[in-house]
T-cell receptor
Framework: IAGITQAPTSQILAAGRRMTLRCTQDMRHNAMYWYRQDLGLGLRLIHYSNTAGTTGKGEVPDGYSVSRANTDDFPLTLASAVPSQTSVYFC????????????FGQGTRLTVV | GQNIDQPTEMTATEGAIVQINCTYQTSGFNGLFWYQQHAGEAPTFLSYNVLDGLEEKGRFSSFLSRSKGYSYLLLKELQMKDSASYLCAPMDSNYQLIWGAGTKLIIKP
């Protein structure tokens, strides 16, 4: 079944540890996004990629990095996790970055302790 | 700055009609999306408006007024499964979605 997959589904992480959240899509979408969702706030864009080989910073990029080596994969790395990065992380993709429907992964619930 | 305003929570009765309002201020405008998000799940696309007026899709309709910075989502014949959060998200001049915090809709029998 075509779609977008995130791993892991949930994780408890010690502060200071490095962590990579994985995201893969098989829809051949050009654009991919990483959001975090916190209670009472809207989805906030962390990083995005409009096409393989390019990435950009969103609203809350500090403490996170991404890469887009190919069309399908868009991993998000926390270099040294802090408790304020406790959140639900959603990866999403769309055909392109302009005016098209975004498809979301099931989310990764990350707790930094 | 960019700002989205929608009610935090609404309650409606099964079988009834509910209207969820959204007002927005963005730097430029390239359309507005509505998404549905059930608790613990990912958002899913409901509608997209780029021109003024009403777009109807089954039980759900979405309205846009660009001059007023206003949109609403209309849900008819409410069902229990419609209990969810509804996210308003206009797209700015850089084609970035600006997300509201969402309206939690509670449906009562």
């Amino acid at each position: 079944i075509a779609g977008i997959t995130q791993a892991p589904t949930s994780q408890i992480l010690a502060a200071g540890r490095r962590m990579t959240l994985r995201c893969t899509q098989d829809m051949r979408h050009n654009a991919m996004y990483w959001y975090r969702q916190d209670l009472g706030l809207g989805l906030r864009l962390i990083h995005y990629s409009n096409t393989a080989g390019t990435t950009g910073k969103g609203e809350v990029p500090d403490g996170y990095s991404v890469s887009r080596a190919n069309t399908d994969d868009f991993p998000l790395t926390l270099a040294s996790a802090v408790p304020s990065q406790t959140s639900v992380y959603f990866c999403a993709s769309s055909e392109d970055e302009r005016n098209t429907e975004a498809f979301f992964g099931q989310g990764t619930r990350l707790t930094v302790v | 700055g960019q700002n989205i305003d929608q009610p935090t929570e609404m309650t409606a009765t099964e079988g009834a009609i509910v209207q969820i309002n959204c007002t927005y201020q963005t730097s430029g405008f390239n359309g507005l999306f509505w998404y549905q998000q059930h608790a613990g799940e990912a958002p899913t696309f409901l509608s997209y408006n780029v021109l003024d007026g009403l777009e109807e899709k089954g039980r759900f309709s979405s309205f846009l007024s660009r001059s007023k910075g206003y949109s609403y989502l209309l849900l008819k014949e409410l069902q229990m499964k419609d209990s969810a959060s509804y996210l308003c998200a206009p797209m700015d001049s850089n084609y970035q979605l600006i997300w509201g915090a969402g309206t939690k809709l509670i449906i009562k029998p």
